[in-house]
Each structure stands twice: as structure tokens, then as C-alpha cells.
């Protein structure tokens, strides 16, 4: 079974940068499409970018869009999201997921594999 191990959360001011990566063992990721979401203490599970297995393909939630950069790749069997312009309302725990199937995905319940999160601070 696929696992996935999330990296390079932590503290940053607004403004600054974080790339949170997103590695896999078990399987390679090169057929698979991948996402990550967020979840904010007292808040729902929400979806913020996913990519298709080719990495051709990508999507954002409005709230990042312009400032967050998925990408990936498959000869690494990595996952990045690049976050730019950070912003307090993106502190969060972020975690990686994947399908094992090809297109493209941005809701929960399409992924078959979780990371266990990376947590995300931004201070004001």
C-alpha cells in the first residue's frame, strides 16, 4: 500500500514562502493523481490544489489561487505545493492525498491514501 509522508510545514511570517513536499514509498506515484488539503482548527477538511497523474492538469481552491503552486515529480515520486504570499487565514495541518486513478480530483472522499499532515503557521 501506498504511504505518504508530508514535509516542510512550520513558522513563517506573512508574506514569506513555505514548499511543502509530499513523499511516497510502497508504489511509485506516476499513475496516480494527487491532491492537498487543509484543515484549520475548528474548520472542516478543505480542498486546496490537486494535479492529474501526468501533472498536465491542475486545480485551486479560489483562496490560493495565484499564490499556490502544485506540482510533481513522478521519477522522484514527490509531491510539491510552492506557497507564496502567505497569509494567517493559511495556517493549517496540510496533508497530501492520492487516487490511484487517472484524472483529476477535489473532493475528499475521490482519494484512496492520506499522508498523516504537516502543520502550517503563519503569524501576522
Known amino acids: 500500500q501506498v504511504q505518504l509522508v508530508e514535509s516542510g510545514g512550520g513558522l513563517v511570517q506573512a508574506g514569506g514562502s513555505l514548499r511543502l513536499s509530499c513523499a511516497a514509498s510502497?508504489?511509485?506515484?506516476?499513475?496516480?493523481?494527487m491532491g492537498w488539503f487543509r484543515q484549520a482548527p475548528g474548520k472542516e477538511r478543505e480542498f486546496v490544489a490537486s494535479?492529474?497523474?501526468?501533472?498536465?492538469?491542475?486545480r485551486y481552491t479560489d483562496s490560493v489561487k495565484g499564490r499556490f503552486t502544485i506540482s510533481r515529480d513522478n521519477a522522484k515520486n514527490t509531491v510539491y505545493l510552492q506557497m507564496n504570499s502567505l497569509k494567517p487565514e493559511d495556517t493549517a495541518v496540510y496533508y497530501c492525498?492520492?487516487?490511484?486513478?487517472?484524472?483529476?480530483?477535489?473532493?475528499?472522499?475521490?482519494?484512496?491514501?492520506w499522508g498523516q499532515g504537516t502543520q502550517v503557521t503563519v503569524s501576522s
Open positions: 510502497g508504489r511509485t506515484l506516476s499513475s496516480y493523481a
Open positions: 492525498a492520492a487516487r490511484a486513478e487517472r484524472g483529476i480530483y477535489f473532493r475528499e472522499w475521490e482519494y484512496d491514501y
Open positions: 494535479i492529474s497523474w501526468s501533472g498536465s492538469s491542475k
